[in-house]
């Protein structure tokens, strides 16, 4: 078994030699990144660029799909979808208020709300698929 996507909640200290070496190691899916500064990721979510690629700078054969998630913390409220409201519905320790169950009369409706907000931030009909360009 092989990786084929990475993920990292916390990426400082990433440098432009990250695109070589998740290549040279078989990640061909993409690099998912959690915490950016905050002025790139407005400026990205604004202009629909949260999905790039990102080309390393001295061998552009290991370029990398890369995908900035939109949530301002680590928190299900903050990283779950653009819509603040929508995210403690799908947060099953959420301590602000009252959760509403998933179950199976209401598993559809959900799942198209949260896809929904999911395809018109990232501009794709498949957005909760982990390979980022497939």
Not at 30 to 37: E, N
Not at 91 to 103: A, H, K, M, P
Request: proline share 6%; net charge neutral.
């Amino acid at each position: 078994m092989r990786p084929e996507t990475s993920w990292s909640i916390d990426p400082f200290g990433y440098s432009s030699t990250m695109p070589y070496l998740l290549s040279s190691s078989g990640v061909s899916g993409g690099l998912v990144l959690q915490r950016v500064h905050y002025a790139w990721k407005q400026y990205l979510g604004e202009h629909a660029l949260l999905d790039l690629i990102w080309i390393q700078d001295f061998d552009e054969k290991s370029e990398i799909p890369l995908r900035i998630q939109h949530g301002r913390s680590y928190s299900v409220t903050s990283s779950c979808g653009p819509y603040y409201k929508v995210c403690p519905e799908f947060d099953f320790n959420y301590l602000g208020g009252n959760t509403s169950r998933i179950n199976f009369s209401n598993l559809r409706k959900k799942a198209e709300v949260i896809s929904f907000f999911y395809i018109y931030l990232y501009l794709t009909l498949n957005p909760l698929h982990p390979k980022i360009f497939s």
